[in-house]
T-cell receptor, first 111, second 112 residues
């Protein structure tokens, strides 16, 4: 069974630029999550989808971050414009029931 | 509030030593508890889980018991190997498809 796929693996941008991350969850997993992991900390939830609907986006900085899962499968997370403090690893996870399975993450560096 | 607290790290052990990594949680209701591991250069992997009080999760020689009376889920292994060197995260969720709340993680280094 293929795992959660993410791309790109690494991205370096300058502040005020835009960036987008892509996630393809495990086939059949209805729930998809985006987490932000800042160096030295545990991951923190940004947004959770159930199929193509948003379940929880209370911690998403909506002035600059957006995410969508239009067809209930793939998802994209966008940052526009990026700030220095957005430097982190962005993790996508999916679940069917119970445990979440994580992708390899995208490491974002904002200069 | 709802949170997960892990002991401060890093931890350095010699091969075959006994390992304990402490984790405590606060939560309303009855959370599920997890340990995730992140090996160097890899993504987060589920190591073990427990979904109700007194459950014991186990995998790869690691064990953790869900202790409701002490709100703890300490990770143990009787004899660590160099290949266990990684970052370990304790986490909890409040339902089957609820978000995970993670601790800060702790880096374990095992010397030959």
């Amino acid at each position: 069974e293929a795992g959660v796929a993410q791309s790109p693996r690494y991205k370096i941008i300058e502040k005020r630029q835009s960036v987008a991350f892509w996630c393809n969850p495990i086939s059949g997993h209805a729930t998809l999550y985006w987490y932000q992991q800042i160096l030295g900390q545990g991951p923190k939830l940004l947004i959770q989808f159930q199929n193509n609907g948003v379940v929880d986006d209370s911690q998403l900085p909506k002035d600059r971050f957006s995410a969508e899962r239009l067809k209930g499968v793939d998802s994209t997370l966008k940052i526009q414009p990026a700030k220095l403090e957005d430097s982190a690893v962005y993790l996508c996870a999916s679940s069917l029931e119970g445990a979440q399975f994580f992708g390899p993450g995208t490491r974002l560096t904002v200069l | 509030g709802n949170s997960v607290t892990q002991m401060e790290g890093p931890v350095t052990l010699s091969e075959e030593a006994f390992l304990t990594i402490n984790c405590t949680y606060t939560a309303t209701g009855y959370p599920s508890l997890f340990w995730y591991v992140q090996y160097p250069g890899e993504g987060l992997q589920l190591l073990l889980k427990a979904t109700k009080a007194d459950d014991k999760g186990s995998n790869k020689g690691f064990e953790a018991t869900y202790r409701k009376e002490t709100t703890s889920f300490h990770l143990e292994k009787g004899s660590v190997q160099v290949s266990d060197s990684a970052v370990y995260f304790c986490a909890r969720s409040l339902g089957a498809n609820s978000k995970l709340t993670f601790g800060k993680g702790i880096t374990l280094s095992v010397r030959p």
